[in-house]
């Protein structure tokens, strides 16, 4: 049984990057398989941020791409996310996510990300 | 790519069934039978309980079904339970090789 945590600072500060790892244990980064990052702000709905597969080829919504990368670690067996420039309207819940096909299929529990001075 | 529209909120009895809709473009949802549903209760992960349209995944209660008509895709809870008291979201994949998700509906069971 596959397994995500996610894992980094709780707290950004404005115009730096905010930079996440979600440790897959139960299972390998190079699967035949693509993984996501969503984010959920609080008390609203859920985001795409964007998805890497096993080669390192990667796909991110419009919205954030020039702000976006996401990249895998085989040798760590993490998938990591990193977001420049943030703002007050990145703090979220960022979960990693693994697709079954064309769809997002196991959830990690998430971490709450803060954007504040 | 603006965000699949859904009521923001539907309400039932126990027993009754609801239907929760999706709406997107030709685009997303009417270009592709990858539609899929999440359940989320409050402080927890969102869980796959719909995918590909009609699909469910193992364990999960067949009082949920999946259809779509067009680019409106639609979620059924039948025999509705008090566990059922949720938030609601739906996603398509889309033509730009992305991810979108519905703006989320909270279901209350009355």
């Known amino acids: 049984q596959v397994h995500l945590q996610e894992s980094g600072p709780g707290l950004v500060r404005p115009s730096e990057i905010l930079s996440l790892t979600c440790a897959v244990s139960?299972?390998?980064?190079?699967?035949?398989?693509?993984w996501s990052w969503v984010r959920q702000p609080p008390e609203k709905g859920l985001e795409w941020i964007g998805q890497?597969?096993?080669?390192?080829?990667?796909n991110y919504n419009p919205s954030l791409r020039s702000r976006v990368t996401i990249s895998i670690a085989q040798s760590e067996n993490q998938i990591s996310l990193r977001l420049s420039s943030v703002t007050a309207a990145d703090t979220a819940m960022y979960y990693c996510?693994?697709?079954?096909?064309?769809?997002?299929?196991?959830w990690g529990r998430g971490t709450l990300v803060t954007v504040s001075s | 790519q603006s965000a699949l529209t859904q009521p923001a909120s539907v309400s039932g009895s126990p027993g009754q069934s609801i239907t929760v809709s999706c709406t997107g473009t030709?685009?997303?949802?009417?270009?592709?039978?990858?539609v899929s549903w999440f359940q989320q209760h409050p402080g927890k992960a969102p869980k796959l309980i719909i995918y590909?349209?009609?699909n469910r995944p193992s364990g999960v209660s067949n009082r949920f079904s999946g259809s779509k008509s067009g680019s409106t895709a639609s979620l059924t809870i039948s025999g509705l339970q008090a566990e059922d008291e949720a938030d609601y979201y739906c996603?398509?994949?889309?033509?730009?090789?992305?991810?979108?998700f519905g703006t989320g509906t909270k279901v209350t069971v009355l």
């Open positions: 996510v693994k697709h079954g096909g064309k769809y997002l299929d196991l």
């Open positions: 139960g299972g390998s980064v190079t699967d035949d398989n693509w």
């Open positions: 890497v597969y096993r080669r390192g080829t990667t």
């Open positions: 030709n685009s997303d949802v009417g270009a592709f039978n990858y």
């Open positions: 590909d349209v009609s």
């Open positions: 996603t398509s994949y889309t033509t730009t090789i992305s991810y979108v």
